[in-house]
């Protein structure tokens, strides 16, 4: 990289269009069922994510950055669910599929 060159940033649209790509296949290939487990699973997964990320945003002034106001702090708690689900789409860390392996798990049990 040079010193004039622009540094690797990710689109966020593309790392949405990658992700609904990856979830169409998997989804072709799922019963119905599964699906929604592993929907829960990913929802639970940006959820976590969301949760992580909040503290970074805490100490950011919310006159500077967002505006201010009352709006700006519904908008930041908004953003940030927002960073979770596309980080858990686009892979997230790895904690849905073990809670989806787990929820299959107590399912088949259930089941038994």
Request: net charge negative.
């Amino acid at each position: 990289m040079t010193a004039f060159s622009k540094p690797a940033v990710m689109d966020p649209t593309l790392v949405q269009q990658q992700a609904r790509t990856s979830a169409a296949k998997a989804g072709a290939q799922a019963p119905k069922g599964d699906q929604q487990v592993s929907k829960t699973a990913q929802d639970f997964e940006a959820m976590f994510l969301a949760q992580l990320l909040q503290p970074m945003f805490k100490g950011i002034d919310a006159q500077t950055a967002f505006g201010g106001g009352p709006g700006a702090d519904v908008y930041k708690e908004m953003m940030v669910k927002e960073y979770g689900k596309i980080v858990a789409q686009a892979g997230g860390v790895g904690i849905a599929e073990d809670v989806q392996a787990e929820m299959l798990r107590i399912q088949e049990q259930a089941q038994s």
